[in-house]
């Protein structure tokens, strides 16, 4: 397996994954961080479900749920739906807004596998910024699509391939700028690359569904003052650290990069990272695509 083969996987690295969801804590960092500096300021969760028309009563299955960031929304905006999370890490369900809640809420440890539902059984599959964690995506789809009914829908958000494009290439530099002149190879430049983006997503999706549509939500995260982009660079250690070049260490890369941002902050006043997150939406016969089946199936002999 080439370098940059083993970068790729890093996402689905069961002992990363583990170090990196052992609890929240890290999730919460970012989407608090997310929350209070992106310029447009949207709440994401409640723009993703916003994509979708909904009827008010469908079943919902939460894949990777994590601390449950969507489903306050689907509470206060769909009441009349059935609730349920799942997430492979019970950490990550420590703090889930649906531990306390009443009817019409489940939430507990599952794999995405391994579904324990029957066929036809949900309205609604989420698989929310999870898929470029899963090592066999097509089997996690083969498994969704199995629990959805048939005019059920996929709805699965992600982010671009170019998304946080200035802090990426930050990185690179800091760690060029503290190797041994000569030493550096070039996988060790490279950062952990998702397998599942806004740009492949759709044909991997229309491998397993009849229409996938995508919208997108670009956008970027303002920072006026260098600890809270710092703060956020801290959520990526237990992912990254391992892959550094020998006699290169976390926290120097660290150093570097503050005094980088220090300075840009320093003459502009400000450091702008671009970011491009989106949703993808997929279904054989619901959603968007209903009313076109529908028209195919009576139009057509």
């Known amino acids: 397996m080439s370098i940059l083969a083993d970068v790729s996987h890093m996402y689905a690295d069961p002992m990363l994954l583990r170090r990196q969801y052992a609890n929240d804590k890290n999730l919460r960092i970012r989407q608090d961080i997310h929350a209070h500096y992106s310029v447009p300021a949207v709440h994401f969760p409640q723009w993703v479900l916003s994509r979708l028309v ?29 609730y349920i999370g799942i997430d492979i890490e019970p950490g990550m369900l420590e703090n889930h807004a649906g531990r306390r809640a009443a009817s019409g809420t489940c939430i507990g440890a599952g794999d995405a596998l391994h579904l324990p539902f029957t066929d036809s059984s949900f309205d609604v599959v989420m698989m929310n910024h999870m898929l470029y964690h899963i090592a066999d995506i097509a089997s996690v789809l083969d498994e969704a699509r199995r629990v959805l009914k048939s005019d059920g829908v996929l709805i699965a958000s992600t982010n671009s391939a170019e998304s946080l494009h200035e802090l990426n290439a930050r990185y690179r530099r800091a760690i060029t700028l503290l190797s041994s002149p000569g030493k550096i190879q070039s996988g060790s430049l490279a950062v952990p690359r ?6 492949n997503g759709a044909v991997l999706l229309g491998r397993h569904f009849y229409a996938v549509v995508r919208h997108d939500l670009p956008g970027a995260l303002v920072f006026r003052h260098v600890e809270p982009v710092m703060e956020y660079l801290s959520t990526w250690r237990s992912m990254r650290e391992t892959s550094l070049p020998p006699n290169v260490c976390w926290d120097d890369v660290m150093m570097v990069m503050r005094e980088q941002f220090s300075r840009i902050i320093a003459h502009f006043g400000e450091l702008v990272i671009s970011k491009l997150a989106g949703v993808l939406i997929a279904s054989d016969r619901g959603g968007f695509i209903n009313e076109y089946v529908r028209y195919l199936e009576h139009d057509l002999p």
């Open 194 to 199: 998702s397998s599942f983006t806004l740009e």
């Open 54 to 82: 909904w009827r008010g009563d469908e079943r919902i299955l939460d894949i990777g749920c994590g601390d449950g960031s969507y489903y306050p929304v689907i509470r206060d905006q769909l009441p009349g739906t059935h």
